[in-house]
C-alpha cells in the first residue's frame, strides 16, 4: 500500500498566511511531519509525496530526515487539482494506493478503517465520510443503504446538501488504471477532474464504499482553522518541559503543557494549558499564557502580555499586550499597549470577508490574522476577524477595523494644535 500525500496545491483561502498549510509547525515539526509519522503508525511505511516547483525544495529537507520509510517524490507543475497531481505522478503509482490531504488533520483510526474495510469487503474503493451538523464548505455524499457511493456534490449551497456526510480525501483505490481512465476522460471546466471521475464510477458500477469516521478531524481551509489544529495537537499531546528550560521559582505552570529547550520563564509569569512555548522562547514577568496558546520558537512574550487561545509563529515579539484568538505569523513585533480584540459587541458570530463573499466563521471569538513580518505601533488595536497581509505596519494609537493589504503602512496621523503656554504654576507645586 502506497500513501499518496497531495501537496503540489495552493491554499487560496488562507491569507494572510502565505506558507502551505502542510508546512506550518505544530509543537515543534511541521504538519506533514505529523502526517508521516501518523500513518507510520497504522503500519504505512511506503509514500509518494506530489509536491510543486515553489516548496518542493522544503518536502525534500523534511523527507530526507525521515527514517524507517520509503518515501518517492513526485513533481506537479501547476496547481490543477487532484487529477492533474495523480497524473503528474502515474509513473509511480503502481497496486493500492491511498491519496490523502495531507491539510487535514485525524486520527491513526482513518487510516485503520480503510485499512479494515478493504480487508473485510471486496469494494474497488473505500472514501471515508465523516458526519457533520453544520454546514460545511465541502464535497458531500450520497450513499444507498448499503453506503455505496452514488454521488458526490461538490460545494452546495447551504440547505441543498444530499447528506451529512462530507468527503474527507483520504481514499483507498484499488484499480488505480481505472481510476486514471476515468480522471482522463472527465469533463468539467473546473479543477474536479478527480471527483467528476469518482462519479462516473460510480454511475458505471464502479463500487466504491463510503467508510463512515467519527473520529477527531481538523481540516484547513480557512486561516482561523489554525487554531483547530493547535487544539488537535495540544489536547492529544504529553506535558512536558525541557531539562534546559529555566523557569523560575515564582512562575506558575498548571495543566498540560509543553516547554522547549532553553525556555525562559520569569517571575509570576503564568502558563495554563494546554499550552506550548517553543525553543529559545522567553516569557517574561507577569505574562498569562493560556487555553490552547502555541508561541513558536524565538519568541519574547513581553512583560504583562496576556495570550488566549492563539498561534504565534517563530520568532514574535511582544510587550504589555493582549492577543486573543489570533493568529500570527513569523517574525512579527507588537508595540506596547497592543491589543487584538476577539469578540464582538453584539455577541454575533465573526465574519470576514473573503473573495466578496461574507464568511460565517462559526465563532464568536475570534481575533485578528497576521502575516509575517508584520508590526504594530504602541497603543494599537486590531478589530475581531481583521486580517493584515504580510510586510505590513500598523501604526500607533491606529484603530484597524478592515483588512489591510500586503506591503501597506497605516497610520493614525492626528492633527494636533501646539499652543502658549499662558498658565503660571507655582514651584513648588502648591502653597508652603
Known amino acids: 500500500m502506497k500513501v499518496v500525500f497531495l501537496c503540489g496545491g495552493i491554499g487560496k483561502r488562507m491569507f494572510p498566511i502565505t506558507e502551505d498549510k502542510f508546512l506550518l509547525t505544530f509543537l515543534g515539526k511541521t504538519l506533514l511531519e505529523h502526517q508521516l509519522e501518523t500513518a507510520k503508525e497504522a503500519g504505512l511505511d511506503q509514500f509518494l509525496v506530489i509536491g510543486n516547483p515553489a516548496n518542493m525544495q522544503q518536502i525534500e529537507q523534511i523527507t530526507r530526515t525521515?527514517?524507517?520509510?520509503?518515501?518517492?517524490?513526485?513533481?506537479?507543475?501547476?496547481?490543477?487539482?487532484?487529477?492533474?497531481?495523480?497524473?503528474?505522478?502515474?509513473?509511480?503509482l503502481g497496486g493500492d494506493i491511498m491519496v490523502v490531504n495531507p491539510n487535514d488533520v485525524f486520527a491513526v483510526s482513518a487510516y485503520a478503517r480503510l485499512l479494515q474495510e478493504s480487508q473485510e469487503n471486496s469494494a474497488d474503493s473505500y472514501i471515508l465520510?465523516?458526519?457533520?451538523?453544520?454546514?460545511?464548505?465541502?464535497?458531500?455524499?450520497?450513499?444507498?443503504?448499503?453506503?455505496?457511493?452514488?454521488?458526490?456534490?461538490?460545494?452546495?449551497?447551504?440547505?441543498?446538501?444530499?447528506?451529512?456526510?462530507?468527503?474527507?480525501?483520504?481514499?483507498?483505490?484499488?484499480k488505480v488504471g481505472r481510476l486514471l481512465e476515468y480522471i482522463e476522460n472527465a469533463e468539467t471546466t473546473r479543477d474536479d477532474?478527480?471527483?467528476?471521475?469518482l462519479d462516473n464510477l460510480a454511475k458505471d458500477g464502479y463500487k466504491t464504499k463510503v467508510v463512515p469516521y467519527a473520529d477527531s478531524w481538523a481540516p484547513?481551509?480557512?486561516?482561523?482553522?489554525?487554531?483547530?489544529?493547535?487544539?488537535?495537537?495540544?489536547?492529544?499531546?504529553?506535558?512536558?518541559?525541557?531539562?534546559?528550560?529555566?523557569?523560575?521559582?515564582?512562575?506558575?505552570?498548571?495543566?498540560?503543557?509543553?516547554?522547549?529547550?532553553?525556555?525562559?520563564?520569569?517571575?509570576?509569569?503564568?502558563?495554563?494549558?494546554?499550552?506550548?512555548?517553543?525553543?529559545?522562547?522567553?516569557?517574561?514577568?507577569?505574562?498569562?499564557?493560556?487555553?490552547?496558546?502555541?508561541?513558536?520558537a524565538d519568541c519574547v512574550v513581553g512583560y504583562g502580555t496576556e495570550v488566549k487561545n492563539s498561534y504565534i509563529g517563530d520568532g514574535c515579539w511582544l510587550h504589555s499586550s493582549y492577543v486573543g484568538d489570533s493568529i500570527i505569523g513569523k517574525g512579527c513585533s507588537f508595540g506596547a499597549g497592543t491589543v487584538l480584540a476577539n469578540f464582538r459587541f453584539d455577541e454575533q458570530n465573526v465574519r470576514v470577508t473573503i473573495a466578496d463573499e461574507a464568511i460565517d466563521t462559526g465563532r464568536d471569538k475570534l481575533g485578528a490574522m497576521i502575516g509575517d513580518n508584520c508590526k504594530t505601533g504602541i497603543n494599537a488595536s486590531v478589530m475581531p476577524g481583521t486580517r493584515i497581509g504580510p510586510n505590513s505596519i500598523v501604526g500607533s494609537h491606529v484603530c484597524l477595523a478592515r483588512d489591510l493589504e500586503p506591503g501597506k503602512i497605516i497610520l493614525a496621523e492626528p492633527q494636533y494644535r501646539v499652543l502658549g503656554n499662558i498658565a503660571e504654576l507655582d514651584r513648588l507645586g502648591g502653597e508652603t
Open 66 to 92: 525521515t527514517s524507517g520509510l520509503k518515501i518517492e517524490l513526485a513533481l506537479q507543475e501547476k496547481p490543477l487539482g487532484i487529477a492533474d497531481a495523480l497524473k503528474s505522478a502515474e509513473s509511480l
Open 220 to 296: 484547513m481551509k480557512y486561516p482561523w482553522h489554525i487554531l483547530d489544529v493547535v487544539k488537535y495537537f495540544l489536547d492529544s499531546s504529553q506535558p512536558h518541559v525541557s531539562a534546559s528550560a529555566s523557569i523560575s521559582e515564582k512562575a506558575t505552570i498548571e495543566s498540560k503543557v509543553t516547554i522547549g529547550d532553553n525556555v525562559r520563564v520569569l517571575e509570576n509569569a503564568v502558563i495554563r494549558g494546554p499550552a506550548y512555548i517553543g525553543p529559545n522562547s522567553i516569557i517574561g514577568n507577569n505574562v498569562l499564557v493560556r487555553d490552547h496558546s502555541h508561541i513558536g
Open 193 to 197: 477532474a478527480y471527483e467528476c471521475a
Open 129 to 174: 465520510g465523516y458526519e457533520v451538523k453544520d454546514y460545511f464548505p465541502g464535497g458531500y455524499l450520497a450513499v444507498d443503504s448499503a453506503n455505496q457511493l452514488k454521488h458526490i456534490v461538490e460545494k452546495p449551497q447551504p440547505g441543498q446538501q444530499p447528506s451529512h456526510l462530507v468527503n474527507i480525501l483520504v481514499h483507498l483505490h484499488t
